[in-house]
């Protein structure tokens, strides 16, 4: 995957393109967590980054990108079902 994410993901109460483009990402990073894999093997498996050398970033990429997919799943879904417009 590498370099095509951000470290802070979008936040707010619309899908953004963003989002569109990560849902397989953050279905990824959800079900990793719920079955109780460790954060460092998914950031360095989903996003390259070696925790062991970027602490730091990897925790906050990683926990920027769960904290969304949690949102996704609880909320963000309903939008997709309802059909919320893409934003321009």
């Known amino acids: 995957m590498s370099e095509d994410f951000l470290d802070n993901v979008p936040e ?6 963003y989002d569109r ?3 397989k990402l953050y279905m990824r990073l959800f079900d990793s967590s ?6 460092r ?3 360095e498996l989903s996003f390259e980054i070696d925790p ?3 602490t730091e970033r990897a925790r906050r990429v990683y926990d920027n990108h769960l904290a969304r997919a949690r949102w996704m799943v609880s909320i ?3 939008l997709l079902v309802d059909g919320q417009p893409s934003p321009a």
């Open 34 to 39: 719920a079955n109780g894999a460790d954060w």
């Open 21 to 23: 483009s990560h849902m």
């Open 41 to 43: 093997e998914a950031v």
């Open 52 to 54: 062991s050398l970027q």
């Open 12 to 17: 707010g109460e619309t899908i953004t393109e």
């Open 76 to 78: 963000g879904y309903r």
